[in-house]
């Protein structure tokens, strides 16, 4: 009997999400290159084995931050408008150089809400997601910070990666955390915290155990991974959280492991 783990096997249009929290070192908020580096590489080699990946990134407020020497996120929206304008030169430098080394063509793809909203707007960001795909590059997607406001933002880049997602007709989103998945309780304050492995159906009892925001660097949280497994799944996407700061979780993941939480796409 399949199981939505096994279909993984076969997946071949993939959408990485990677937050803040992965990217950038956890007590001086400096971009981790030696993280990126290997995530890169494993992509690239995704790429390499015939895998379409769409590549969902986080990461230009904190890279601005840097830059600038700010280790406090600034409070208004035009401070990290700022530092997002400021920081997504330099996140983009990084990965136009690590993804070369490794002989892979990347195209950046800046999002906001109105995108996903719009019918003929949603429709020319998916032709161009195609497009770069069908050249054999790797699409590089981040929320359009620089220009976003409050009312058009759609707020964190775990819901951004399931509205590609699902834009893309991709069979898969895997979101990379600082945590191995889902648990049923807070493992950061009880050790008795068990990983559930499948989600099958997001209800209350779930909602309830993501709980709020996440890091001091990030805006997602487990809360809004939830929001986008709802609408992935709900969009014939398969969803997985995976711990992304250990070497060669995409691929175990991919090869059909037990390792994070999956949520399975809801079969019509």
């Known amino acids: ?9 076969t997946a071949r249009r993939i959408v990485i999400k990677v937050g803040t929290s992965t990217l950038a070192h956890a007590d001086s908020g400096k971009l981790n290159l ?29 890279a601005g931050m840097n830059k600038l020497g700010i280790k406090i996120k600034p409070p208004t929206i035009p401070e990290n408008q700022a530092l997002a304008a400021i920081g997504q030169g330099i996140l983009m430098h990084i990965y136009e150089k690590f993804f070369a080394e490794y002989g892979q063509t990347i195209g950046q793809i800046l999002l906001t809400k109105e995108n996903a909203a719009d019918e003929h707007t949603r429709e020319n960001s998916r032709n161009s997601l195609r497009a770069i795909l069908d050249m054999g590059a790797i699409p590089v997607v981040n929320e359009n910070d620089a220009v976003g406001v409050d009312e058009i933002r759609i707020g ?8 590609v997602a699902a834009m893309t007709d991709s069979e898969v989103l895997i ?4 945590i191995d998945g889902l648990y049923d309780k807070n493992p950061n304050v009880d050790k008795t915290a068990r990983l559930i492995d499948e989600v099958p159906e997001i209800d209350a009892e779930i909602e309830q155990i993501a709980g709020g925001a996440g890091t001091k660097l990030g805006t997602g949280g487990m809360f809004t991974k939830i929001q986008a497994a709802k609408f992935a799944t709900s969009n014939g996407v398969t969803m997985l959280i995976v711990n992304g700061s250990t070497n060669g979780n995409l691929r175990r993941a991919l090869n059909g492991e037990h390792i994070g939480t999956i949520f399975p796409r809801k079969v019509t």
């Open 34 to 62: 030696y993280r990126i580096e290997h995530l890169v590489r494993e992509i690239a080699d995704l790429h390499n084995a015939g895998k379409e990946i769409i590549f969902v990134s986080s990461g230009a407020i904190a």
């Open 156 to 163: 964190d880049n775990d819901n951004l990666s399931a509205i």
């Open 1 to 9: 009997m399949s199981t939505a783990r096994d279909s993984l096997k």
């Open 175 to 178: 979101i990379l955390s600082d």
